[in-house]
């Protein structure tokens, strides 16, 4: 390869990266939330609320780039397991267990998905 064509391949990458880096942020990213709450749960649908305000704060607007799905294992009939294999079978990005309950339901259940325990 000479070194004019090196550059221009170089340069041609350099001015993709940023396009690059945008098509990724705009990918509509999902995050699973398993709660052992009613999803109705009034002190949880404010701090869903909140989370979603933040997320927003942060670039992150649902119905544009980010979807959440809450999973509630109180009301789907199922267990903590069976609740949290639900969460997972949504292909989120990342899980977000509310409760020690919540997290040891999807303890050891993904080691592809993160876990986040938000609630100790």
């Known amino acids: 390869m000479k070194r004019r064509e090196f ?3 170089i340069a ?3 001015a993709a ?3 690059a880096a945008r ?3 705009d990918r509509l990213r999902r995050v ?3 709660v052992p709450l009613p999803s109705t749960d009034p002190i949880f ?3 869903l609320e909140a989370f979603t305000a933040a997320m927003k704060d942060a670039g992150w607007v649902e119905g544009r780039n980010l979807e959440i799905k809450v ?3 109180i009301g789907s009939g199922k267990t903590p397991a069976g609740a949290a294999m639900d969460a997972i079978a949504l292909s989120p990005d990342v899980v977000i267990a509310v409760t ?3 997290a040891d339901a999807l303890h050891g259940k993904t080691s592809a998905v993160p876990v986040v325990f938000v609630v100790g």
């Open 7 to 9: 550059i221009t391949l």
């Open 12 to 14: 041609g990458a350099a």
């Open 17 to 19: 990266w940023p396009l």
């Open 23 to 25: 098509a990724q942020q």
């Open 32 to 34: 699973g939330v398993l």
């Open 45 to 47: 649908r404010r701090n």
């Open 71 to 73: 999973v509630s294992i």
């Open 100 to 102: 020690p309950i919540a």
